[in-house]
């Protein structure tokens, strides 16, 4: 298989709820858990090796991000999302529909913690035991293994609606938004985490987990109006999840963002949670090659003129 889209495995991985499956050594990335568990993929001078139970091109456009990437978008969305996507031109979102119960469970658990400190050693240890080479998550095992974990309330919630919360992604909808609509009626899932099951499963890229991340960089970077938040639930499940008749979708983060960017909102969203971990959140404002763009550096910068 060639790649025709630009990789960076690094950025590929990191805010990618596939993490916990797989583990990047050097320039090799390895499926350690679920299905094709054992793949070796590299890539070399554009080319991709391979070798292992997971070496078809349809697996690894997903699991490369060549299935929504932002070579992809360029060019049709418009505005100052542009230079979002010029900046990322290597990033996809990594996704894997066999192992969408592994990624449910990663999801739930990510909800409200460190994601690669505390969420990817729980799944890990989760999935080393309980996750088969299928993508089959055992629930005998798992009640087994879930107190084992810790006492977070995050292990303890996921316990509790775990056999539910597997029975709706086994079955049969009549769209994406009907899976949503599905999930979100379960106990303790929000928009947020419906939306980052379908989208890290490869199943749309509709699909939005707006969170404080996206939030802060739509604003920052003046991709959507300035009076949107983040969805609530409760909007939702009165919209039985549609977004796209939602009443409020003007005001709502993942409404707005699905009605501007269509089928590239989860990708934009994913840059949007890379730029905000790397840059914002550090303070890097100096080092980011946003800056020029963006409306609290600009502040930051005449305030300082003016103070000098």
Not at 113 to 127: E, G
């Amino acid at each position: 298989m060639k790649t025709l889209k630009p990789v960076d495995l690094n950025l590929l991985l990191y805010p990618s709820f596939t993490l916990p499956l797989f583990k990047l050594e050097g320039k090799r990335l390895v499926k350690l858990y679920g299905y094709a568990a054992n793949t070796v993929v590299e890539i070399v001078g554009g080319y991709v090796r391979c070798s292992g139970p997971g070496c078809r091109q349809e697996v690894l456009g997903y699991w490369l991000g060549q299935w929504l990437h932002s070579v992809d978008a360029l060019g049709k969305t418009g505005g100052s999302v542009e230079a979002l996507l010029k900046a990322y031109n290597s990033v996809g979102v990594m996704a894997s529909p066999q192992d969408v119960e592994a990624i449910a469970v990663t999801v739930f658990l990510s909800r409200n913690t460190d994601y690669h400190t505390n969420t990817v050693r729980w799944a890990r240890k989760l999935f080393s035991e309980c996750l088969d080479d299928r993508g089959r998550l055992d629930i005998t095992c798992a009640r087994k293994i879930l107190p084992l974990l810790g006492n977070s309330y995050q292990i303890k919630q996921l316990a509790e609606v775990l056999e539910d919360l597997l029975a709706t992604l086994k079955q049969k909808h009549s769209s994406i938004w009907e899976l949503r609509y599905q999930l979100l009626r379960l106990k303790h899932v929000g928009p947020k985490t419906a939306d980052a099951i379908i989208l890290h499963s490869g199943l749309a890229g509709y699909a939005t987990p707006s969170d404080i991340h996206y939030e802060r960089i739509t604003r920052r970077l003046a991709l959507l109006p300035p009076h949107v938040k983040k969805p609530a639930k409760q909007w939702c499940l009165q919209a039985e999840a549609y977004c796209p008749e939602c009443r409020w979708r003007k005001t709502c983060l993942s409404g707005a963002s699905i009605t501007t960017f269509k089928q590239y909102s989860g990708l934009i969203q994913t840059i949007a949670y890379i730029h905000d971990k790397l840059y914002c959140a550090k303070k890097k404002c100096q080092e980011c090659k946003l800056k020029n763009m963006c409306r609290e550096s600009a502040l930051g910068w005449k305030h300082h003129r003016t103070s000098a």
